[in-house]
């Protein structure tokens, strides 16, 4: 089967939602791995209740961030994944250590991209009077934020709407949004080349919505 690792900072609905779809029969693939470069992560005790193999690497064990961007694909590329998931990892990336994964790593990033690349996006998009705000799934390159856009779930903003009630709103999206994706490229049906992201083999011009 397809195999699929996961880098996770936080709490990890994301991965809840990941295994869920597979336990439901919607995502056949298999998880070898969840990573995280936080040992209190929430992601990690799911990975371990779901019987999937963890990896902790703590940032503050090395004096380079190279060295431990290194450290940590190095402990991702033993365990042999067709695509790495980043579900919720808070940290930026080196460029030479993403560089072998080209193609095969994917992000969600709660908004719409490329509005509000980084942090604080719902208070960004709250600020800025924007009507819609939402979630987008991307391939992964050295800029942060800014790979090919795959595919997004809009929302709107109501009046009242503040961080923690779109948040909250936004999460559930999130949560069909990763696992779909997710399930096209297990399909092979979605790649990226020097051309762009294509969907069955056609260019895809904008985004796919979800
Ligand atoms: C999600 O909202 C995800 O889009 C966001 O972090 C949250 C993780 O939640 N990702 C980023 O901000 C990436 N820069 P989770 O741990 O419950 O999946």
């Known amino acids: 089967p397809f195999r699929i690792a996961i880098l996770a900072s936080g709490r990890g609905s994301n991965v809840a939602a990941l ?9 056949p693939v298999e998880f070898v791995l969840v990573a995280s470069d936080k040992p209190a992560a929430g992601a990690l005790q799911l990975a371990q209740l779901a019987g999937v193999p963890t990896v902790v690497l703590d940032p503050r064990d090395y004096a380079e961030r190279r060295d431990y961007d290194f450290a940590l694909f190095e402990r991702i590329a033993a365990s042999k994944p067709d695509l790495l998931v980043l579900a919720g990892f808070m940290r930026i990336i080196d460029g030479d250590a993403l560089q072998p994964w080209a193609g095969r790593m994917i992000n969600i990033h709660p908004s719409l991209l490329p509005k509000y690349r980084g942090l604080h996006t719902h208070r960004r998009a709250l600020k800025a009077g924007d009507a819609e ?13 800014g790979g090919p856009v795959i595919a997004q779930a809009p929302l709107s903003i109501e009046a009242g709407d503040d ?21 096209l490229i297990a399909a092979g049906r979605l790649a990226l080349d020097e051309n762009g992201v294509s969907l069955d083999g056609e260019r895809l011009r904008h985004p796919l919505r979800w």
């Open 133 to 145: 705000h939402g979630a987008s799934v991307h391939y992964v390159t050295a800029e942060l934020d």
């Open 163 to 183: 961080e923690n009630t779109l948040a909250a709103r936004l999460l559930p999206l999130e949560h069909q949004l990763l696992p779909a994706v997710v399930a």
């Open 19 to 27: 295994l869920a779809a597979r336990e439901r029969g919607e995502l």
